[in-house]
């Protein structure tokens, strides 16, 4: 019964220490005997880190807090955001989307399969969250705004992966988006 016991300690342990040096385990699932998910969180590269401060900021010429906060509203629903946040006291915008992957169709003969074979999990949907932040900026008219974005890809095991996003194209059409709405042209 020790040898049992000091075996699971011994795996447990050692699947923490399987996490790559830029993933924080926040949930362990087991590997040997499974019981729960695994929750990973990525900590950016140091080229995708220099890439997010290149981008996370950006000035909004001719907007008040009030416009700003409003434009941010819109240019997130018109990008698919569904829960959307807005503290003006704050300056602050939260907002998250949910996408599917895969098809339901292929999502329900992965589960099929699943019933008879042990498979890997496959992502298979994706939240995606964004924190927009706002002040003042150094002139009338111009308020700073900074942008985090961050998405959590979920396997069929129920597994999750969460980075922060550093992709420069997702921040320019947000950003775009919100100018379109200050000038009025969405």
Partial sequence: MRRIAMFYLLAALSAHSLAADNEQVQGQGGNILRYSSTQLRIEPSAQENQSYLQVRDTRLEGATAASALQAGRKALETLGYNRIE??????????EKDEVLISQSRQILRGILKLKFPLPGKPDHQTTETLLTLRPGGQAGQVLLRAHIRQTIWDSNGNSRTKLCSDQAVYRQLYDKMNSALSGRQ
């Fill in 86 to 95: 807005v503290d003006a006291d704050y300056g602050l915008i939260r907002a």
